[in-house]
């Protein structure tokens, strides 16, 4: 867990530190890059990103501050555990890195286009049910590939121990069927998932809806035509929806055009819901079927209030109903809209290098992500992911 008060002591250092500084060239990806940054930067300023940092001698604690002052902090550790090393990887937002000056001259660094994501995800129930004994069965999400992720190691332990199976759907999602033949109020179940990904950050960006280009012609394929159809929780047909699609004006949708307008339709109507995701994330929320997180889009509309299971859906119905195909997905701590650009394919409307991917709906449905029989109501008492971060090029850092 990271340490608020260890931060705010590098960035005081830095702010003594950086007037004093032997300074080097502005750091910059290095000269074999894929990618043209300075241009990214120019259209995804916070674009999180990561840098692997090189130091002429062991980092120190002045060298982490001057690095927090750039907006950098280590990437899979506490700060204080990259002390004494010589190369570490840094995130931070993409402007910062580009625009944000020089580093001192034993200090250099090149932003990651390759690497390894490497990690474990648990999720945890505790059986709420008074007086319920009797059996369980579970069907769950394993972190399954994403646009430029490829899983190339996956492992799960289910305790209590008991049978279980993964298969893959239409959509690749891997789902876990986990049954238990006694289970009683009270008793806690845990599911941990291990995984290593290869990440190509240049195929992660080329699904960036931010860095998409305008739509090619206007055809869509057969196959994508399902998803401009209603689905369960998702009706482009609400009265709301269809406004909302009418002052788009005339002519075929610009999808990255009509996803900006969402946007800021949605920053006006709807106050993010704080704690219903603390509640969640805190291990105190009770569902019978985890269908019920996810609000109606009317009663989002309504409440003026939805975190992102309840955004998603509204985005979806909103999108269908201006003739964008969309769909459902989730990742590890957030779901999220992927629509389709005709000429450039699938987009993704929230892009992260180090996300976990969990689930992408196979059809014009939403989907959730876990589902148990019988509908007996279970406590999520934890969900939470640990990664560790290790470059695949030439330049590997230390351990």
């Known amino acids: 867990m990271k340490k608020p008060l260890t931060y705010l002591i590098l960035l005081i250092v830095a702010l003594a530190v950086c007037f004093f500084a032997p300074v080097a060239a502005a750091p910059v990806s ?30 120190t604690f002045e060298d982490l501050a001057i690095l ?13 555990s990259v002390l004494g090393l010589q190369r570490a990887v840094f995130a931070g937002r993409l402007g910062k890195w580009i625009w944000a000056g020089p580093l001192p001259s034993h200090l250099s660094g090149s932003i990651l286009e390759h690497f390894a994501l490497a990690g474990v995800y648990r999720v945890g129930f505790k059986v709420e049910a008074q007086e319920y004994t009797g059996p369980l069965e579970f069907q ?24 279980q199976v993964m298969t893959v759907d239409s959509a690749g999602n891997r789902w876990l069927r ?18 290593r990904y290869d990440v190509n950050v240049p195929k992660v960006l080329d699904h960036d809806l931010a860095l998409s280009g305008k ?30 699609a009418s002052r788009g004006g005339p002519g075929s949708p610009d999808a990255r055009k009509d996803y900006r307008r969402l946007a800021k339709f ?31 889009v009317d009663e989002t509309l309504n409440r003026h209030s939805g975190a992102c299971p309840d955004t998603v859906l509204l985005e979806c119905a909103f999108l269908r109903a201006r003739g964008i195909p969309c769909l459902t997905a989730g990742r590890f701590g957030h779901f999220f809209t992927v629509l389709y650009v005709p000429g450039r394919g699938w987009m993704s409307t929230s892009v992260t290098l180090t996300g976990i991917p969990l689930i992408r709906s196979p059809g014009p449905d939403h989907v959730p992500y876990q589902k148990w029989e019988p509908k007996i109501p279970l406590k999520t008492t934890h969900w939470e992911a640990k990664v560790r971060i290790d470059p695949l090029d030439k330049d590997k850092s230390c351990r």
């Open 178 to 195: 986990a049954r238990l033949e006694h289970v009683r109020q009270g008793e806690s179940i845990k599911f941990s998932f291990w995984f």
């Open 68 to 80: 927090a002052g750039k907006g950098f902090v280590p990437a899979d550790r506490d700060p204080e």
């Open 140 to 163: 769950i999400t394993a972190p399954r590939e994403g646009f430029g992720k490829k899983l190339v190691y996956s492992d799960q332990v289910v305790r209590p121990a008991c049978s």
């Open 266 to 296: 949605i920053k006006r109507n709807v106050a993010y819901d704080k704690r219903k995701r603390s509640a969640y994330f805190g291990g105190k929320m009770v569902y019978s079927d985890l269908d019920f997180m996810y609000q109606d």
């Open 215 to 244: 739509p090619i012609g206007i055809e869509i394929p057969p196959d994508v035509q399902a998803f401009l159809e209603p689905g369960h929780k998702i009706d482009p047909g609400i009265p709301a929806a269809q406004d909302w």
């Open 30 to 59: 290095g000269a074999a890059s894929q990618l043209d940054w300075e241009k990214i930067a120019s259209r995804r300023p916070g674009l999180k990103v990561l840098v692997l940092v090189k130091s002429g001698r062991p980092l």
